[in-house]
Nanobody, 116 residues
Framework: QLQLVESGGGLVQAGGSLRLSCAAS????????MGWYRQAPGKQRELVAT???????NYADSVKGRFTISRDNAKNTMYLQMSSLKPEDTAVYYC??????????WGQGTQVTVSS
């Protein structure tokens, strides 16, 4: 089993920055790709950014140039540095990880609210 715990969410003004963290525990060696997703009220969960085990990254067009995903395998932690935040970035942000069999794990989510 793999457990994922997000932290770092909060309330920030538009144009501000936040850094989310996702700490993994349990079956750490089974982790393959990881990513961040978000879900705004009344909307479907959407991909924000992903990072492979080798560090290759991918971003949603809406966050390119503003968000940076990274992972520290030694600390079993993934990060999402968010800058130039917009009110439309307001959502619950979820940490995701896939094991080598393709099974997904999810964190409980952390709220990010951007005020205008």
């Amino acid at each position: 089993q793999l457990q994922l715990v997000e932290s770092g969410g909060g309330l920030v003004q538009a144009g501000g920055s936040l850094r989310l963290s996702c700490a993994a525990s349990g079956s750490i060696s089974s982790i393959n790709d990881m990513g961040w997703y978000r879900q705004a009220p009344g909307k479907q969960r959407e991909l924000v950014a992903t990072i492979t085990s080798s560090g290759r990254t991918n971003y949603a067009d809406s966050v390119k140039g503003r968000f940076t995903i990274s992972r520290d395998n030694a600390k079993n932690t993934m990060y999402l540095q968010m800058s130039s935040l917009k009110p439309e970035d307001t959502a619950v942000y979820y940490c995701n990880a896939y094991n080598w069999l393709g099974y997904p794990y999810w964190g409980q989510g952390t709220q990010v609210t951007v005020s205008s």
